[in-house]
């Protein structure tokens, strides 16, 4: 069974920036689940997985749009200190959240003065180019439910 549109793939991986450094995985954890085709999963990701079976190993590099977006120079914003969530002394390079009209958003930030700071927008992997070593674990028919519901259940996927 290969990956396609209306299937839950379960997949592991390890991110690796410019220099082959791991910046993230979840090797030793749950695989990662999610309902292909439905917009879950960022799709440099999901078409490197499309027509792959469970037990395939691989290495993709897509470009930054497909992955976490292209960074955005414009992107710094000047918001009050108190709007800032995370901890309660800011410094330049922190990360923080703010509450936005789409939800809450992970932010850098870049200055700090006393009442006011300057943040920068951009997701901190964007503009990046990132490889992802990916191991597809299993492939699954999805549920009438799965399919309804947009997102995958059980383990790795969303519990109700």
């Not at 792959?52 to 000047?78: C, I």
């Not at 009050?80 to 923080?96: D, E, T």
């Not at 009442?115 to 992802?132: C, K, Q, V, W, Y």
């Amino acid at each position: 069974m290969t990956a396609q549109d209306n299937m839950v793939v379960r997949f592991n991986y390890t991110l690796r920036d410019e220099k082959g450094e791991v910046i993230e995985t979840n090797e030793g954890g749950s695989p990662i689940a999610y309902l292909h085709g439905h917009d879950n999963m960022m799709p440099g990701i999901e078409d490197a997985i499309t027509g792959k079976e469970a037990g395939a190993k691989f290495s993709v590099t897509p470009p930054a749009a497909a992955t976490y977006g292209e960074r955005m120079e414009a992107a710094e914003q000047r918001v009050s200190v108190k709007h800032l969530q995370g901890a309660k002394v800011w410094k330049a390079g922190m990360p923080a959240i703010v509450n936005t009209e789409q939800g809450q958003r992970q932010v850098t930030v870049v200055k700090v003065g006393k009442f006011m700071a300057t943040i920068d927008t951009n997701h901190p992997l964007s503009g990046r180019e990132l490889t992802f070593d990916i191991e597809v674990v299993d492939v699954r028919e999805a549920t009438d439910e799965e399919i309804a519901h947009g997102h995958s259940h059980g383990e790795g996927g969303h519990q109700h």
